[in-house]
């Protein structure tokens, strides 16, 4: 895929590391001369430019791109650079960094984002999936189509523990997308069988998670 980022901070720049590891092509945008670290991310393409202007996304090649990823510090900036994305280039996916909790309601379909990524809300994601066995934690939001990433780790009592995934009456608009097992994913089909410990995760909107919940852990309702 060819991606583009908007801000070449620590942030914009670890992810364009990840992004090239991963074969994909990766052209870093930033207004900030000192930002221009090409040393830093030397398979990457750079363009010294402001994100929010029209000119620099087309001289960035937006029409010709798959993702761009909104990561600079600055929440405005990145609202904008994803609705001129979305509106101007019709580019098919959006992925905004969101730096402060309380921007995060405007990180939406109205202002082009498909997927908001806020750290503090990660972060407290990862605790508590680290310390709660059989509740049900919201990992992150599809913005678009406002269904949920959840993770449950399924305890020791759970009914449904020893039954095959596809004898299981899943709540509606759930999908079981993975298990991780002693640390490994797995792909789940009709006839693996869930086992005490095993980590969930689910797309689910939020309509469903109560039933969900209450179907993997009853008595953590």
């Given at each position: 895929m060819r991606i583009v980022i908007a801000g070449a901070g620590s942030v914009g720049r670890s992810i364009a590391r990840e992004l090239l590891g991963n074969g994909h092509q990766v052209l870093l945008v930033d207004k900030d001369p000192a930002a221009i670290r090409v040393a830093g991310v030397p398979d990457a393409q750079w363009l010294?430019?402001?994100?929010?202007?029209?000119?620099?996304?087309?001289?960035?090649?937006?029409?010709?791109?798959?993702?761009?990823?909104?990561?600079?510090?600055?929440?405005?900036?990145?609202?904008?650079?994803?609705?001129?994305a979305k509106t101007e280039y019709g580019v098919p996916r959006t992925v905004a960094r969101v730096n402060n909790p309380k921007n995060e309601w405007m990180f939406d379909e109205a202002w082009g984002v498909d997927v908001a990524v806020s750290t503090p809300r990660l972060m407290t994601a990862l605790v508590?999936?680290?310390?709660?066995?059989?509740?049900?934690?919201?990992?992150?939001?599809?913005?678009?189509?406002?269904?949920?990433?959840?993770?449950?780790?399924?305890?020791?009592?759970?009914?449904?523990?020893?039954?095959?995934?596809?004898?299981?009456?899943?709540?509606?608009?759930?999908?079981?997308?993975?298990?991780?097992?002693?640390?490994?994913?797995?792909?789940?089909?009709?006839?693996?069988t869930l086992e005490a410990h095993d980590e969930l995760m689910f797309v689910a909107t939020p309509e469903s998670e109560d039933a969900l919940q209450k179907l993997l852990s009853p008595t953590h309702v």
């Open positions: 010294l430019a402001d994100a929010c202007e029209i000119a620099s996304l087309a001289e960035a090649g937006l029409a010709d791109c798959d993702v761009v990823v909104a990561a600079s510090g600055d929440d405005k900036v990145n609202l904008v650079v994803s609705l001129l508590e999936e680290a310390v709660s066995v059989g509740d049900l934690v919201r990992i992150f939001t599809f913005q678009q189509s406002q269904a949920n990433m959840v993770e449950l780790t399924l305890p020791a009592d759970a009914p449904i523990a020893g039954t095959r995934v596809g004898d299981i009456d899943w709540p509606a608009d759930t999908v079981l997308v993975c298990i991780i097992r002693a640390e490994r994913p797995i792909a789940p089909s009709r006839d693996d």
